[in-house]
């Protein structure tokens, strides 16, 4: 009778190398969260493209982190809710900025960009250099076979 070996084991061990391999590691331990206390909010009207509803309308928010003194203002759609939450991830990003400094998420992504092209640029030019040596081979192979 045939054994029939379970394959999922084995495929669930090799899942995290598989994933590391192309996942670089961001760290979010240490973003700041907000507190609902530390926030000064103001909903203001808008500006820009529109017209007159678009300036009428009191759908701009103004976030402001009283310890800091970090602010943003978010009127990237019609909904005050969502400027809200919007304006409140912004606020996170540039809180964690000044706190963290190198170690932000964001200054973490900017390395993981960097080192990813700096990859990149360094295959390609292995590439070019071995079709230039295989090139070369083939051209002194091509000089001997006529001098004999």
Known sequence: MLSVRPVLPSLLRSLP???SRHKSHIDKSSVP???QADLQEKVTLGSGPGGQAVNKTANA?????????????C???????????????????KLDNLVNGENSVENQKKTNEKIKLERKKEKTRLKYEQRKLESLKEQSEGQDGEIS
């Open 61 to 73: 928010v103004f976030l402001k982190h009283l310890p800091t003194g970090l602010w943003v203002k």
């Open 75 to 93: 009127h990237q759609t019609r909904s005050v809710e969502m400027n809200r939450k919007i304006a409140k991830q912004l606020l996170v990003i």
């Open 33 to 35: 969260r907000l507190d």
């Open 17 to 19: 190398s598989i994933l």
